[in-house]
């Protein structure tokens, strides 16, 4: 049954891998909803087939947000960001908008201008940390949340609104594990685990395709080790462009910090030093798969 009567009506903008995954969750983990989405018209058309939502829009922004009680944003960053001052406009009043972007600072700082008053709709920003190296709707899975954080951004007074608190409940039933983050931190957290990650596995991709020779070594005696290495290597730069615009202050001091540690690396090849890299690296891989 829906969650507190609260949220019985969800508008998700963007059908695409985060946006399909949240409504297929919904579908299996909080039935008896009313699922409407907005996006491309192919793109919509198909989350429609696929029954993960009821009413596809397509057109005008306003239609689709008509009497949602939860309006879930799961567009790029910049689309995000053009966009939240039409929301505010035609969001109704009673309803708690939230988004999925990666970055947050400035997505913060626009809702702050955008959505000032007490009575109207309510923005909470959020981000789940479910993403895949593949994107779009094909993708979707209605399990790509569970077991994963969900950082939630706002003060801890927030917790405690009803509108905030009802979509708790749905992130916990559909398996994610909400973590309260303030702006900054969560970009430098993610810039960090995860932004960093996909910059890494950028320039070892780009470092072996350069050098590959006719026979097609070095990757023809390439293992598991590399493809699991190398995963992140398949996401486009279209889902990462907005994302290292948005965080280049801590990606840029991150990449320094990486070089350095690579430095040490190398000075360390030929010395019983780099023991202590490696154990380091391995109580971080325990504690990862520990979480």
Known sequence: MPTGHLINRVTILG????????????????????????????????????????????????????????????????????????????????????????????????AEEVFPSANGPLFLGGHPMAGRELSGLAHADAELFRGNTYALIGASSDQSKPRISALVKILEKIGARPLWLGAPQHDYAVGLASHLPQLAAVALAGFLYDRLDENGLPITLAGPGLRDSLRLAGSPYSTWRDIVLTNQDVLSAALDLLARRLDDLRERLASRELEADFDAANELYKLLHSL
């Not at 985060?18 to 907005?38: D, E, Q, V, Y």
């Not at 198909?46 to 567009?75: Q, T, V, W």
């Not at 001052?85 to 626009?110: F, G, N, W, Y």
Request: net charge negative; proline share 5%; with cysteine.
């Open 15 to 110: 059908t695409g891998l985060i946006g399909g995954s949240f409504a297929l969750a919904l579908r299996k983990n909080a039935t008896g909803m009313h699922i409407s989405g907005w996006d491309r018209a192919e793109v919509v058309s198909d989350a429609h087939a696929r029954g993960a939502i009821d009413a596809p829009f397509y057109s005008e922004l306003a239609p689709a947000m008509k009497n949602a009680d939860l309006i879930y944003l799961a567009l790029p960053i910049a689309v995000t960001l053009d966009l939240l001052p039409e929301i505010a406009r035609h969001a109704p009043a009673h309803a708690l908008v939230t988004d999925a972007c990666s970055t947050k600072i400035r997505i913060m700082q626009s």
